[in-house]
């Protein structure tokens, strides 16, 4: 692993947001199938999210599958399915080793039960690491999110004075992990793809032409070292 001498550790992002976009787009270029695609863009996720516990970042959260990419073939949603069995099975351990949590952003109960068990499984290898925090948004939507947070609020009869910002966040999947401050969508489309809505008020926003299978340590690097000379003003001046 390089020495980023040039990142500022002070000014680091706590909660790093990543659309992981362009994985069937770079096999294609490749005259490959669309999952060859998706198996090489775990091994970048591996990569970005040790170099992000290495560099000293609290949170960060991938987006891997929404409750939109359902609309897919079945071969390809199936494929996504076992891929995460692999990632909770073989590849956590890597990211255990190096102090990771894992934690989901979604609602588990409609996946296949081999998918969910590899999951449940994971969460608790990982519980009592405390070096990062890896959500991974899987069957996660940010207006679904947002909906189960409303349906609490009815389900308590909370009274409508009691409905807070801080309230509301501590009804989301990210409770008490603090708001994004950086997004990175690869493979260049200028669009949130319905990630986390409320999470993202105030974060910055990084757009990158490189598809995900490509977006290794220097262009992480990039995006990081960008975002430290944004001016954040949240409103002020
Ligand atoms: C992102 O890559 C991964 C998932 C949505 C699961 P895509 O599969 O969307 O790749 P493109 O956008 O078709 O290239
Ligand atoms: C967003 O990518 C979802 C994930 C990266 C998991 P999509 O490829 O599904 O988004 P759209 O359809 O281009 O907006
Ligand atoms: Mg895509």
Redesign the pocket.
Known sequence: MKNYQDLDPDRLPKHVGI????N?RWAKKRGLPRTMGHREGMKTLKEIVKLSAAWGIDVVSV????T??WKRPLEEVNFLMKLMIEVMQKELRELHEAGVKVNILGDLSPLPDATRKAIEDGLELTKDNKKMVLNI?FN?GGRQEIIQAVKTVVEEGMPSDEITEEKLSSLMYTKDMPDLDLVIRT?G?M?I???MLWQIAYAELYVTDVL?PDFRETEYAKAIKDYQHRGRRFGGI
């Open positions: 659309i992981m976009d362009g069937g987006y891997a599958f929404s939109e990419n948004a996660y493979s489309e669009r793809s319905n990630f995900w």
